[in-house]
T-cell receptor, first 114, second 112 residues
């Protein structure tokens, strides 16, 4: 199946700093990428949808200035958590799809803000 | 509102035993339903996908069923192994767009 790679797998950062998470589609061109957030024992919550070359569409309640999403190429999208706070600590997962296939998930990134 | 409800929330089973997980949904219009396995600290991995016309789909020891009339699906795990310990997530795609409705998952723990 298609491979979606996220980096890093885990990251610890200090409050107030920014963290960038990368999502890459390794063997297909991802026209659409999705970013999710998952709290323990909860379902995945869609944060935003990004299409290559255009601005991301954010879900209600998600601050676009805090969670910056860039989808500059067909194989790479990035999520930057700006001015991170402890409440931003969570599991962040991306998924990617092309026009023909279902979306495939990355392996997730565990963010801990201390 | 498109919702996906899964039950039981969690269960513990003995290695080698079978178990069945349930998923009820209210998503409309319906496109397809997927079962994912999510290991702790990892992203979801697809097990099965079923469209409206499919009643059952197998992937090794995993067998999914779908009743589109009653909007119910199940995932049956046969001869469970310790590596089956994970969260199993039911995901329903809304027809006509890219939106997915996620269940909270069934947390399965297989013990020796």
């Amino acid at each position: 199946g298609a491979v979606v790679s996220q980096h890093p797998s885990w990251v610890i950062c200090k409050s107030g700093t920014s963290v960038k998470i990368e999502c890459r589609s390794l063997d297909f061109q991802a026209t659409t990428m999705f970013w999710y957030r998952q709290f323990p024992k909860q379902s995945l919550m869609l944060m935003a949808t990004s299409n290559e070359g255009s601005k991301a569409t954010y879900e209600q309640g998600v601050e676009k200035d805090k969670f910056l999403i860039n989808h500059a190429s067909l194989t790479l999208s990035t999520l930057t958590v700006t001015s991170a706070h402890p409440e931003d600590s969570s599991f962040y997962i991306c998924s990617a799809k092309d026009r023909e296939t279902e979306a495939f998930f990355g392996q997730g990134t565990r963010l801990t803000v201390v | 509102k498109n919702q996906v409800e899964q039950s039981p929330q969690s269960l513990i089973i003995l290695e080698g035993k079978n178990c069945t997980l349930q998923c009820n949904y209210t998503v409309s219009p319906f496109s397809n339903l997927r079962w994912y396995k999510q290991d702790t600290g990892r992203g979801p991995v697809s097990l099965t996908i079923m469209t409206f016309s499919e009643n059952t789909k197998s992937n090794g020891r995993y067998t999914a069923t779908l009743d589109a009339d009653t909007k119910q699906s199940s995932l049956h795990i046969t001869a469970s192994q310790l590596s089956d310990s994970a969260s199993y997530i039911c995901v329903v795609r809304v027809y006509g767009n890219n939106r997915l409705a996620f269940g909270k998952g069934n947390q399965v723990v297989v013990i020796p």
